[in-house]
């Protein structure tokens, strides 16, 4: 009997290796050493550059957008509730760890590569907290603007050169008040072609990760078709404060 071709598994595969090179085209991640960054105005919310993504890295070894990025129900959250709920330590602990950990990403242009387009930044706490330090001061306001905005130098330090278990982001917004581009048709195509963070990332629904969560806690975590920057960029993201191997610490999260 000839064998059919399952169409569906071709395509979510070809969906899946489209994705992967979104991801990868589409994202920015500081190298080792100094560069220079302007954030521009997001094309997709005028209003805010910074996106906050939540993203389960918990999950055996795939990386999951929560539906609470967008104020929707998620199994898994619904699951540690009820564990740290329980009155037990342990429980409550693992409840905490299995929680959804949010990630900023902004869109950045790179001083020097600015024919690459516009690229999403993504970084944790620290770094958000300290852009949003300049943002609010008087002294800086804007940063984003077009005109009277300002570039932002970022080191980025691996495990090794630091000495601890994990890399180092730090960041110096400039004191000059630059634009981003004198090119009106450079500017354009800056404001025009950005990705939405949405198409780089997908939701995943209510039983995807009803069933993400089962294989999990049944021990079948294992999976194939996940990408290398993935794996580090789970590995990563629960490196600190745990025993874990932090040799995927350096590649993909960076603060």
């Not at 329980?86 to 959804?100: A, H, R, T, V």
């Not at 690229?119 to 009277?148: C, H, R």
């Not at 950005?194 to 990760?209: A, F, G, M, P, V």
Request: with cysteine; aromatic share 10%; charged share 30%.
């Amino acid at each position: 009997e000839k064998m059919a071709i399952n169409l569906d598994a071709i395509k979510a595969k070809l969906n899946q290796l489209q994705t992967t090179g979104a991801r990868r085209d589409n994202l920015w991640k500081p190298e080792p050493g100094k560069q220079v960054v302007r954030i521009v105005p997001y094309q997709h919310d005028r209003d805010n550059p910074f996106q906050e993504l939540y993203f389960h890295y918990n999950l055996g070894k795939k990386n999951y957008l929560s539906p609470v990025t967008y104020g929707k129900p998620d199994p898994v959250v619904e699951f540690c509730e009820k564990l740290k709920a329980s009155g037990n330590s342990d429980e409550w602990k693992l409840g905490k760890q299995m929680e959804p950990k949010m990630r900023t990403y902004v869109p950045v242009i790179v001083r020097g590569k600015e024919s690459e387009g516009v690229k999403m930044w993504g970084f944790g706490k620290t770094v958000y907290q300290e852009l949003l330090g300049f943002i609010t001061d008087p002294d800086y306001g804007d940063i984003t603007d077009q005109v009277s905005g300002r570039d932002v130098a970022v080191e980025f330090k691996t495990a090794e050169e630091t000495g601890k278990s994990f890399p180092s982001t730090s960041i110096r917004v400039k004191p000059n008040q630059t634009p981003i581009t004198e090119d009106a048709s450079v500017l354009e195509n800056i404001m025009s072609t950005q990705k939405n963070i949405t198409e780089i990332y997908q939701e995943r629904s209510y039983d995807e990760l009803t069933e993400a969560l089962n294989e999990y806690l049944n021990g079948d975590s294992q999976s194939e078709d996940q990408s290398v920057e993935e794996t580090k960029e789970s590995n990563q993201a629960n490196t600190v404060g745990s025993n874990q191997s932090t040799d995927a610490f350096d590649d993909l999260f960076n603060s």
